[in-house]
């Protein structure tokens, strides 16, 4: 089912590319998309809802009588799961909130950093495979804790026009200030630029497929974005000492996303890879998403044998993976040569699924190797961190032997005199 390497006989660089979204052939089509929606605003995302998804949306934004009928209707052991999740979510979100601070550098030179929340954010919610209100609950709640004062999603209607109980209730218990009937990228241009309906924006978060991330790279600086977003991934990080039945069943979870989606395990135990491996055999055969599961692995699913563990932990840091699990007999250990993972569980009752759903950390995270350059969505995403200084005489006399040879080596003499005119006698 999975490729079984070894470590030694492989290029590592080759071996650990994952899926990669194209988006360079879609770029054309997408700026014609972003153009029209910029110029002609909601006519535009109509006319490409009842292109793309089949339906004509007259009202984009979801009224409060349809929110308040998905609380009729939906499931009341979801309604409670979502209550509990948003909580979780909420507490830990809190935590990640930045402290404002001042010091004096020297005397009579005091700087600091305030702390603001960004003015407006858009949540990109996927529809497509499945239903995500998990996401939103990720993407709206640390906005929200953040301070954002307008937060709003956007998600693909059904063919019936409406959008699922589920994500209308998930987006209410987040806080979100609206949340509209449109997806693709003209759901990113409609952020971007603002329409009639949807309300422009200052940042733009959520995954969604190769046509809104290539929206959201080109909208980049006009307004923000998280992070380039692509197939979800794993790597699980075992010794002899793991459970080969819990690591194939983390495989299975990550596989059954999308059949671009890639699984990882890398251990030094020959054992384990090859138990493990029968488990993957096992369990896909009676998977409900069997087909997906069995493309994704086919395509991006490996278990490399190293020789050594410091050889397994060197491909995990190269690798850089999304989701990381670590199931070794000391995995604090583990976890203290860890460079490079977007969230990490450790231990043999941790799975990835905890994370995706309600142990309180953001299933927003960098794919692709990004987790070399980027955490996970966070509180701080949202949030601003302004310097401020203030100067008294006598610690402008004592900075300018500093500043006015660099001002005046650089030839900015206006700089050196914004310092001269003040300290004149």
Not at 132 to 144: D, E, G, Q, R
Not at 220 to 249: C, H, K, R, W
Not at 368 to 374: D, I, P, R
Not at 390 to 396: C, N, P, Q, S, V
Request: proline share 5%; hydrophobic share 40%; net charge negative.
């Amino acid at each position: 089912m999975m490729e079984i390497l070894k470590y030694s006989e492989i290029n590592l660089q080759d071996t650990i590319k994952r899926s990669e979204q194209d988006v360079n052939k879609v770029l054309k089509t997408v700026s014609e998309i972003l153009e029209n929606v910029r110029v002609n605003k909601d006519n535009a995302v109509r006319e490409y809802s009842e292109k793309f998804d089949g339906v004509l949306i007259e009202n984009l934004k979801v009224s409060k009588d349809e929110i308040a009928q998905a609380y009729q209707t939906i499931d009341d052991e979801l309604l409670t799961a979502l209550k509990n999740a948003a909580d979780n979510i909420e507490r830990f979100h809190k935590k990640q909130i930045p402290k404002e601070w001042e010091m004096e550098v020297n005397p009579g030179i005091t700087a600091g950093q305030i702390v603001r929340p960004i003015n407006s954010v858009g949540c990109y919610i996927p529809g497509g495979r499945a239903a995500y209100p998990s996401s939103i609950l990720m993407t709206v709640i640390p906005a929200k804790i953040a301070g954002v004062e307008k937060v709003v999603c956007v998600t693909p209607p059904q063919n019936d026009g409406k959008i699922l109980d589920a994500i209308l209730v998930a987006a209410d218990i987040a806080g979100a200030d609206g949340i509209y009937k449109v997806g693709g990228a003209q759901a990113i241009g409609a952020l971007a630029y603002g329409t009639e309906s949807v309300p422009r924006v200052e940042k733009i978060v959520g995954p969604g497929n190769i046509f809104v991330t290539a929206a959201k790279k080109l909208v980049y600086g006009q307004v923000d974005i998280e992070f380039p977003a692509g197939p979800s991934e794993v790597l699980i990080l075992a010794d002899e000492t793991a459970n080969p039945e819990f690591l194939a069943t983390d495989i299975l979870a990550q596989a059954e996303h999308d059949p671009n989606a890639s699984c990882f395990l890398v251990t030094d135990s020959s054992d384990i890879a090859s138990a493990t491996n029968e488990f993957v055999k096992k369990l896909t055969d009676i998977a409900p998403r069997r087909q997906i599961i069995e493309e994704s692995l086919s395509k991006s699913g490996k278990i490399i044998i190293t020789e050594t563990f410091d050889e397994a932990v060197h491909v995990t840091n190269e690798y850089a993976p999304e989701h990381l699990i670590i199931s070794t007999k000391d995995d604090d250990e583990t976890l203290s040569h860890i460079k490079n993972a977007g969230s990490i569980f450790l231990g043999s009752y941790s799975p990835v699924a905890a994370g995706d759903y309600g142990s309180g950390t953001n299933h927003v995270l960098p794919t692709g190797g990004g987790a070399k350059m980027y955490s996970g969505l966070s509180t701080e995403a949202f949030i601003k961190k302004p310097t401020v200084q203030r100067l008294t005489r006598e610690g402008l006399r004592e900075l300018s032997k500093t500043s006015l040879p660099i001002a005046e080596y650089e030839g900015f003499f206006a700089h050196a005199n914004s310092f001269k005119t003040r300290l004149r006698d």
